[in-house]
């Protein structure tokens, strides 16, 4: 199970930082990912994380904002969002693949706004 937690509504320039809390699976042993879809789009990648957490990779879009982090003894991935943009409103999404199956969290919802 993945539950996101940590959207809300934030000005442009803000900051927000982001929760999946993971269950339910030996989440040290997985890549985990950050997805977000805005309305009238499909859902985009944002920033991958290997297993241990020394390897991740971002969008452009996000690159030099957003930071993707993990701490495998609270199970949890996290993403840091600075110089958050009105383009970056969306429902955030936590993402894994176990043996084949991707599982999904429920989604948080990022609203930049001034």
């Known amino acids: 199970q993945l539950v996101e937690s940590g959207g809300g509504l934030v000005q442009p320039g803000g900051s927000l930082r982001l929760s999946c809390a993971a269950s339910g699976f030996a989440f040290r042993n997985y890549a985990m990912n950050w997805y977000r879809q805005a309305p009238g789009k499909e859902r985009e990648l944002v920033a991958v994380?290997?297993?241990?957490?020394?390897?991740?990779m971002n969008a452009d879009s996000v690159k030099g904002r957003f930071t993707i982090s993990r701490d495998n003894d609270k199970k949890t991935l996290y993403l840091q969002m600075n110089s958050l943009k009105p383009e970056d409103t969306a429902v955030y999404f936590c993402?894994?693949?176990?043996?084949?199956?991707?599982?999904w969290g429920q989604g948080t919802q990022v609203t930049v706004s001034s």
């Open positions: 993402n894994t693949r176990v043996a084949g199956i991707n599982y």
């Open positions: 994380i290997n297993s241990a957490g020394g390897s991740t």
